[in-house]
């Protein structure tokens, strides 16, 4: 072989002409019932990713029963139809198909993965596990002792005590706030009963919805979907409880302890926005370039400048109604105050209107660019037809993406980031060793109070 | 069927191709043959902190440029290390395929102009803040560790985890790193893979031109790898801050690829994955004195691993949930498993196959280890054909031969406070 000497290393060479991208066309349908179907082909591999969407989650739950949509949820493949959970995963397997199913926040799913050529057969038991599920009281009490092991398990981690306390302060006892998970009182307090009525009231066809992308034909899995589902009643669904965040008129350090640790978990955030918001796609490219992506401010300042953390990040949580905003850093005990700062200091600058051209275009270059590479395979193009549903997209959503993002000014990030971001009002949650960072934080000047694991006042 | 362009350069890169137009990306794909195991007592944790080194930038690309390059683009990276390989990999929009290219080529063979002390004791840092949040953290992060400890001699190279210790990361010089990569960072030891939306005719004038002048090395370094037996059982009780207690079990089998391998990926998937699977059903399910099990092998070259795991619910202790494990076990040994459990095996095993397959970077990988570890990117093709021609018999001799005391090393993490 000939080497081409004419290539010069010395510097990135160009690109080529950028190759065409579509997102699968997507082909939609109604059922009388109200149930929505979304149908996305894909042939490239010998697979379909099927999905219901249920427009409820953890966001109905009441506090004394927190945990229960996520409960019900992961009920669902204990037994369905004619088959208890053992020969459930017996005829999937066979079939080679795997099932999923669970709540989150502002939405229950029931999920199915399987080899295309047994897509009927797979579908009719997905069929099953949505319509006619039998939530036996012994799964209920198995469940529901691996969701306390589960708890239990989480008083030793820190991450998940950090980000249970950050969402409480938030939220308080209600949506959003409790975890999804539940509690462990709440949690027993959960009744047959009560799963059974909180499945008959949310996963009706009206408030649900079906998507299908893989190796099959749309024409064919319409026909699947009206079979077994046409005669699905449907009937009004609760309204969707509104949150209650709290707000805080100054900064404060919320601190647990954590006497085994060689890390501080430092969350810093408050109330953010909801995904409806007119600003998303200028929140989104400030977020990115704040601390969304590995080359942001915070992650560079924290991890490459500073070798504080084997990452930090920052991110806006986009849900039906306002998530929280929140940065999370893993720092060692030593640099737990430093890293605070530095983190104060990021969301401070980014308001100050310092916002270089470089960073905000190759902010939204990652952002335009990467789009195709996160939807190659049949499970992540159904999960972003779920987010269309979820969030009610308009249809040619995709197809706008990148003009949406390309038209994000200098001015719209440094205007959302003085909107959007509040480092004067913040909560900062730190689980961590605390006889040995108390002191140093104190030096920020900001009110320290204690808490335990369980978020009670210690002092 | 997938259509594969096999080549090697002058230097000894190998280099594959896999033309695949069904998306505008191209996903370029290193595997470099050094990892862990190629570290020594003393100097453990270095393959891995070497891979952090080579995204700090080279002799034509600046520090922390190489990260900006790939992602300003639109494509993702990263790159793991573990015991026997450190891989590289990008996926970019497949205009940029030159990009990846220049990158990959600059820090294979234009690296240690670039290396300061600065860049080292950055990331010497981060490193050890990756061993504190993965490992030191966070309950039972230390087990695999403990597990690789016991299971294998000091002075085998699989005695220590990729990530090393604190001690060793803190010991690394600027001369160790020159040499690691002197050693062990050159074409005559790396696979270069491509797949998607390229022209081969451009890609292979491109892969010339930037990796064609990098200068093959001299000899390798020779390792025995001869794992000695355990010689009975290896255990330990080691009381952590941890809320339930947990059994670890670790099995030696031949490496990866071997019949025996095989049979015991197979017997994973009917011991744990799924609710019928028989571990799983037995101890959370029937008996629930567990709230979780699991199964699995690693895809290692030098030695094989079978790795078990069960934690107990509240109010069981470690004891039972080990009877509980090794009567499933036993009666594999002694009744084997049905035809159903290794069908669907099986099953699942094309299943994860073909998932491994649809994306270009997941496939790509999949490549470079086969050209790596077995020499023939082509494997890629039949590496199924010994999973479906597995039988009962031989899951059941595996069970038998493999899954008993003398071949084991069990790690009970319980509570501190207990």
């Not at chain 1, 990713?49 to 945990?67: F, I, K, N, P, W």
């Not at chain 2, 099953?347 to 997941?362: C, G, K, P, W």
Request: glycine share 8%; no cysteine.
């Amino acid at each position: 072989m000939t080497i081409d000497r004419s290539i010069d290393r010395s510097r990135a060479p160009q690109p080529g002409p950028p190759r065409p991208y579509r997102f699968p066309n997507v082909e939609r349908r109604t059922l009388d019932n109200g149930l929505q179907l979304l149908v996305a082909e894909n042939h490239n591999a010998p697979l379909v990713a099927v999905r219901t969407l249920v427009r409820s989650g953890a966001d109905h739950d009441v506090a004394e029963l927190a945990g229960l949509a996520s409960l019900a949820g992961e009920l669902l493949d204990e037994g369905a139809g004619d088959r208890d959970a053992i020969r459930l995963a017996e005829d999937l397997g066979r079939l080679g198909a795997s099932l999923g199913s669970g709540a989150d926040w502002d939405a229950s799913y029931v999920s199915i993965d399987s080899l295309s050529r047994n897509f009927d057969e797979a579908f009719a038991i997905f069929a099953d596990v949505n319509r006619r599920p039998a939530f036996p009281q012994s799964s209920l009490d198995r469940v529901r002792g691996e969701r306390l092991m589960e708890l239990i398990q989480q008083r030793d981690e820190p991450a998940s005590i950090a980000a249970k306390r950050f969402s409480h302060l938030i939220y308080g006892k209600g949506t959003y706030g409790n975890t999804v998970i539940g509690n462990p009182e709440s949690i027993a307090r959960i009744t047959l009963d009560d799963v059974r009525r909180y499945y008959a009231a949310h996963y009706v066809p009206n408030n649900s919805a079906i998507v299908i992308a893989g190796d099959v034909h749309a024409s064919h899995a319409f026909d699947a979907v009206s079979r077994l589902f046409a005669d699905w009643q449907r009937a009004d669904v609760p309204p969707r409880p509104e949150i209650t965040p709290a707000s805080f008129e100054s900064s404060r350090i919320y601190l647990i302890d954590r006497p085994t640790a060689v890390q501080s978990e430092i969350r810093v955030g408050h109330l953010g926005i909801a995904r409806s918001t007119a600003d998303y796609f200028a929140i989104s490219v400030m977020n990115a370039l704040l601390g969304g992506v590995f080359n942001s401010r915070i992650n560079l300042n924290l991890r490459e400048r500073h070798g504080y953390t084997y990452g930090a990040r920052s991110l806006f949580a986009f849900r039906r109604q306002a998530g929280p905003f929140v940065v999370s850093a893993p720092v060692r005990n030593e640099v737990t105050r430093e890293s605070v700062s530095e983190v104060l200091g990021e969301l401070r600058r980014i308001r100050s209107g310092d916002v270089e051209e470089r960073e905000l275009s190759d902010t939204k270059n990652y952002l335009m660019g990467v789009f195709p590479a996160t939807v190659q395979s049949s499970s992540d193009i159904a999960g972003r037809l779920l987010d269309m549903e979820l969030y009610d997209l308009p249809h040619d959503y995709f197809d706008r993406y990148r003009e949406n993002i390309d038209a994000v000014s200098k001015e719209d990030v440094e205007r959302v980031a003085r909107k959007y971001v509040d480092p004067d009002r913040a909560v900062i949650v730190i689980v961590g060793n605390a006889k040995q960072i108390r002191e140093p934080l104190g030096a920020l000047g900001m009110p320290i109070h204690e808490l335990d694991a369980e978020g009670q006042l210690i002092a | 069927m997938l259509s594969l362009d096999s080549y090697s350069l002058p230097n000894g890169l190998r280099v594959v191709l896999n033309e695949d137009h069904s998306a505008p990306l191209v996903a370029v794909n290193l595997w470099y043959h050094v990892g862990s195991k190629n570290e020594r007592p003393g100097r453990t944790g270095f393959a891995h902190l070497f891979e952090h080194m080579l995204f700090s930038g080279s002799e034509h690309v600046g520090n922390n440029e190489h990260f900006r390059y790939v992602q300003s683009v639109g494509g993702m990276l990263n790159g793991t290390t573990f015991f026997d390989r450190t891989n590289y990999f990008e996926t970019l929009p497949s205009n940029y395929l030159a990009l990846g290219l220049w990158l990959e080529a600059d820090r294979m063979g234009f690296f240690l102009p670039a290396l300061t002390q600065e860049k080292l004791d950055i990331q010497r840092e981060v490193v050890k803040e990756e061993r504190r949040q993965r490992y030191d953290n966070v309950p039972y992060g230390t087990a695999f560790e403990r597990l690789l400890n016991l299971a294998y001699d000091s002075d085998y190279s699989y005695h220590w985890p990729t990530i090393g210790s604190m001690e060793d990361l803190g010991a690394a010089s600027l001369d160790d790193i020159r040499e690691f990569f002197s050693t062990w960072y050159r074409p005559d030891n790396a696979v270069l893979t491509l797949i998607g939306d390229f022209q081969p005719d451009e890609a292979k004038r491109l892969i010339d031109g930037y990796f064609g002048p990098i200068p093959a090395g001299g000899s390798f370094p020779k390792f025995a790898l001869e794992r000695k037996p355990l010689g009975g059982e290896r255990r330990e009780t080691f009381a952590s801050p941890v809320q339930l207690p947990r059994v670890y079990r670790f099995y030696h089998l031949p490496k990866m690829g071997d019949a025996d391998w095989i049979a015991g990926d197979l017997l994973s998937s009917v011991l744990s994955g799924d609710k019928a699977s028989r571990l799983e059903r037995a101890l959370v399910l029937e008996q629930q004195i567990a709230t979780d099990v699991a199964a699995y092998v690693l895809p290692t070259e030098a030695t094989g691993m079978l790795m078990l795991q069960a934690t107990a619910n509240e109010g069981v202790t470690v004891e039972q949930v080990e009877q509980a494990v090794d009567a499933e076990l036993a009666r594999i040994a002694r009744d084997g498993v049905t035809d159903d459990e290794l069908d669907r095996a099986k099953t699942r095993a094309e299943v994860d196959f073909a998932h491994q397959l649809e994306n270009y970077d997941s496939r790509a990988d999949l490549i470079g280890m086969m050209a790596t570890y077995f020499g023939d990117p082509g494997k890629v093709q039949t590496w199924l054909d010994p999973y479906r021609a597995a039988t009962p018999a031989a899951l059941q001799r595996v069970a038998a031969e493999y899954l008993v005391p003398d071949n084991r090393v069990t790690s009970l993490f319980v509570p501190e406070n207990a």
